[in-house]
């Protein structure tokens, strides 16, 4: 239980634009993050540098500064050379606020936070070896599977049914519920 507690507040944390938790995680797990040739310590690091370049002209030094003492830091850095490189060519580019024409605007973009909070579940799943589908989710797909649902009887409801279910929120949607024979038995029903 303390490892989705912890986990959960990585996530806040990075949806706040903090990469201090995940950084202590990464050096708390260093050696298993390295087993498994994770980038996550290199994208949070990145980040970082992203953040400093997104300051304007007072960031750039900052940026350059921080680059130069973390990513060599990085055991075998010379395989995040391209990607070094992509980052620090957004000091050139000079970035400016709403500027769409930027071949880096993936970088620049505010999604990336996001992305950063699914790669961190990714290693997290992959370190523990977790399922990366629910309990839940797993066990009422093989429960649904095992109900004769799959077609209604009329050709205007034939279509398969469809199951979303929203883990986060605990809420479940059954779209398009027919069964192909009455869930009570009737005496003078024959199967067909």
């Not at 992959?126 to 429960?143: C, D, H, I, N, R």
């Amino acid at each position: 239980m303390d490892l989705f507690l912890a986990a959960r507040d990585i996530e806040v944390s990075l949806a706040r634009r903090e990469t201090e938790m995940a950084l202590a995680w990464c050096n708390e797990n260093r050696s298993r993050l390295k087993k498994q040739n994770s980038f996550f310590e290199f994208y949070l690091r990145q980040q970082e540098v992203i953040e400093l370049i997104k300051k304007g002209r007072n960031g750039c030094m900052d940026a350059i500064l921080h680059a130069r003492k973390h990513f060599p830091a990085l055991e075998d850095f010379k395989q995040y050379e391209k990607d070094i490189q992509k980052t620090m060519t957004l000091l050139a580019v000079h970035y400016r606020e709403g500027q769409s024409d930027n071949p880096y605007q993936e970088l620049l973009s505010d999604t990336r936070w996001h992305w950063l909070i699914e790669e961190f579940r990714r290693e997290i799943v992959k370190m523990y070896q977790l399922s990366p589908e629910s309990v839940f989710g797993v066990t009422l797909q093989a429960g649904l599977s095992a109900l004769k649902t799959p077609y209604a009887c009329l050709p205007e409801f034939s279509r398969p049914v469809v199951v979303q279910a929203d883990q986060r929120k605990g809420i479940l949607i059954l779209v398009g519920f027919f069964f192909t024979e009455p869930a009570f038995p009737t005496r003078n029903r024959q199967r067909v």
